[in-house]
C-alpha cells in the first residue's frame, strides 16, 4: 500500500512552453501533498505544501506565478512549470501524507525535467 | 529551525566493509521523528527507517543498523557487510514546520 506515481517520469521541453507534472496517491487519500525540487548532485529542497481545496503554500524564493500547483482532489496534486526555461531542468518529487508530516511522507518515482 | 547536518559528501569503499554514514540535527521540538532514505541512480526515494525520538534502541534489519544518540543529536546509519548494490545517495531527514528538512546526502560508492 501506501503507492504515490508521477506523471510523467521524464520529460524533454523547449524553452517557452509549460508543462504539468501530476502526482497521485493510488491506494490512499493524501491530506497533505509536497512538491520537492532536486538539481543535480543537491539534496531536496521543498518548493511548496498543498492541500486539497486550498492555495498551495509556497516556500520562499519560489515563484507561485511560475510554479502553478492545483490540488484537486484527496488523491491529485498537480504542478504546472509555466514558461519553462533551462535553468529549471531538475528532478521534481512529490510526495503524500496523511496527518502532520511528523508521519512517514510517501514518494513519488519522481519527474526528470529537461528544458531545451 | 531544523537542519540536518551529513558532513561526509561523498565516501567509498571496497565490497564487505562496513561504513557508517553520519546525520546530526538540529531541532527544538521535544519529541520528534528522524529518517533516513536511499537514492538509488534511478532517483527514487527508497524509505529505509523512521525513528521516534522516544526510543533510543539501536535497531539493526539485515545489514543496516542505526544508533540514534539523543545527547549529541545524532543518527547514524551503519551498513555491514557493503555490497555494490547499495551504491546510493543516502539522506537523512528530519519532519519542519510543513515537510521534511533533508540533510545534504552522502554519496557511497562500493567498489567490487
Known amino acids: 500500500g501506501a503507492v504515490v506515481s508521477q506523471h510523467p517520469s521524464r520529460v524533454i521541453c523547449k524553452s517557452g512552453t509549460s508543462v504539468k507534472i501530476e502526482c497521485r496517491s493510488l491506494d490512499f487519500q493524501a491530506t497533505t501533498m509536497f512538491w520537492y525540487r532536486q538539481f543535480p548532485k543537491q539534496s531536496l529542497m521543498l518548493m511548496a505544501t498543498s492541500n486539497e481545496g486550498s492555495k498551495a503554500t509556497y516556500e520562499q524564493g519560489v515563484e507561485k506565478d511560475k510554479f502553478l500547483i492545483n490540488h484537486a482532489s484527496l488523491t491529485l496534486s498537480t504542478l504546472t512549470v509555466t514558461s519553462a526555461h533551462p535553468e529549471d531542468s531538475s528532478f521534481y518529487i512529490c510526495s503524500a501524507s496523511v496527518g502532520l508530516a511528523q508521519e512517514t511522507q510517501y514518494f513519488g518515482p519522481g519527474t526528470r525535467l529537461l528544458v531545451l | 529551525a531544523q537542519k540536518v547536518t551529513q558532513a561526509q559528501t561523498e565516501i567509498s569503499v571496497v565490497e564487505k566493509e562496513d561504513v557508517t554514514l553520519d546525520c546530526v540535527y538540529e531541532?527544538?521540538?521535544?519529541?520528534?521523528?528522524l529518517f533516513w532514505y536511499k537514492q538509488p541512480p534511478s532517483g527514487e526515494l527508497v524509505f529505509l527507517i523512521r525513528?521516534?525520538?522516544?526510543?533510543?534502541q539501536n535497531e539493526i534489519s539485515g545489514r543496516y543498523s542505526w544508533n540514534f544518540q539523543k545527547s549529541t543529536s545524532s543518527f547514524n546509519f551503519t551498513i555491514t557487510a557493503s555490497q555494490v548494490v547499495d551504491s546510493a545517495v543516502y539522506f537523512c531527514?528530519?519532519?519542519?514546520?510543513?515537510?521534511?528538512?533533508f540533510g545534504s546526502g552522502t554519496r557511497l560508492q562500493v567498489q567490487p
Open positions: 531527514a528530519l519532519p519542519g514546520r510543513r515537510a521534511l528538512t
Open positions: 531541532t527544538r521540538d521535544t519529541t520528534y521523528y
Open positions: 525513528r521516534n525520538s522516544f526510543d533510543e
